[in-house]
């Protein structure tokens, strides 16, 4: 079982900047792909960016260039570092672990955008 929990949510003005953490549960960085979705009021989730076991990432055409995604093997945590926040970052984001057949999803951390 992999348990993932999300922190550094929070409000920011536009323009401003967040770094959002997963810690995981085992040791699943060697094997699983780790991404960061969100969810905006009204909508679908969407995935905002991931990152494989190798280390090749990837996001979505509205992130690209404003957020990094990045994973501390050793502290078994995943981060999401976001700048240049807009009002349309605003949603509830979610970390999600995937591999050996098995998907574990974090809890969520609320991120609000001022404009």
């Known amino acids: 079982q992999v348990h993932l929990v999300e922190s550094g949510g929070g409000l920011v003005q536009a323009g401003g900047s967040l770094r959002l953490s997963c810690a995981a549960s085992g040791n699943i960085f060697s094997t699983y792909l780790m991404a960061w979705y969100r969810q905006a009021p009204g909508k679908q989730r969407e995935l905002v960016a991931f990152i494989t076991s190798g280390g090749n990432t990837n996001y979505a055409v509205p992130v690209k260039g404003r957020f990094t995604i990045s994973g501390d093997s050793a502290k078994k945590t995943v981060y999401l570092q976001m700048n240049s926040l807009k009002p349309e970052d605003t949603g509830v984001y979610y970390c999600?672990?995937?591999?050996?057949?098995?998907?574990?999803w974090g809890q969520g951390t609320q991120v609000t955008v001022s404009a």
């Open positions: 999600k672990a995937q591999g050996s057949g098995s998907t574990y």
